[in-house]
């Protein structure tokens, strides 16, 4: 009889991330994803910090936009799509760095990238917006510690580039996931959607 272990369901998350993946890389955008990674560390700014200090200032920006029952109303209007443009563009620019797609977007975030969250998010308050930066902690420190071993399929996905300009499905797959938790985690952030983010690649 054959042992099978039991599945285990993860919720669906409603923000949804796909990437335009290509059928080749090219050496000459790996090298300048080297370039831009050497210039940023010479100022000290890391993409990690960057990503950092995005979840520390989301629900900050949440916050400061829903001190007032108004504020709230318009954050849930108006801000909603503003905050979404941004997000997009920011999974844009990590699908590049990231190696899942092999282009920056020059018009549109959506030429690399498509990101959408189902349904609407309750209005943020203040007190619930801030809460977020502690309520996320979980979900960002196990990020962090897969994001420890992306560093290294990162570096795996790289030498592939250099000798057959290729990515292997199980890297693909592993950097792909690495991206949409982190940006339905900053979606949370921003008080876009009232669901956790589910600890899940898919």
């Known amino acids: 009889m054959e042992n099978t272990l ?6 669906p998350s409603p923000v949804h991330l ?13 090298l300048l994803r080297v ?9 000290g700014v890391s993409f990690v910090g960057l990503f950092l200090f995005a979840y520390l200032a989301l629900p900050v920006y ?9 504020g709230a109303a318009t954050y849930a209007r108006d801000d909603r799509s503003r905050v979404l443009a941004l997000l997009r563009w920011v999974a844009a620019v990590n699908a590049w760095v990231g190696l899942t797609t092999d282009r920056l977007p020059v018009r549109s975030p959506e030429e690399s990238v ?10 943020p308050t203040t007190g619930s917006a801030l809460a977020r930066v502690l309520t996320g902690l979980p ?22 580039i250099l000798i057959g300009e290729r990515v292997g499905p199980v890297a693909s797959a592993y950097l792909l996931g690495l991206q ?5 985690l900053l979606t949370y952030q921003a008080s876009l959607t009232d669901a956790y983010p589910p600890f899940s690649f898919r």
């Open 180 to 184: 949409r938790w982190s940006v339905r």
């Open 18 to 30: 796909t990437v335009v993946q290509p059928a080749r890389f090219t050496r000459m955008q790996l």
């Open 62 to 70: 949440a916050a400061v936009r829903s001190a007032t029952p108004e």
């Open 114 to 123: 498509a990101l959408h969250v189902a349904g609407e998010a309750s209005p």
């Open 139 to 160: 979900c960002l420190l196990v990020l962090m510690i897969v994001g420890c071993f992306g560093a290294l399929v990162w570096l795996w996905a790289a030498l592939t």
């Open 6 to 11: 039991p599945s285990v369901d993860v919720p």
């Open 35 to 43: 370039v831009v990674f050497c210039t940023l560390g010479l100022v």
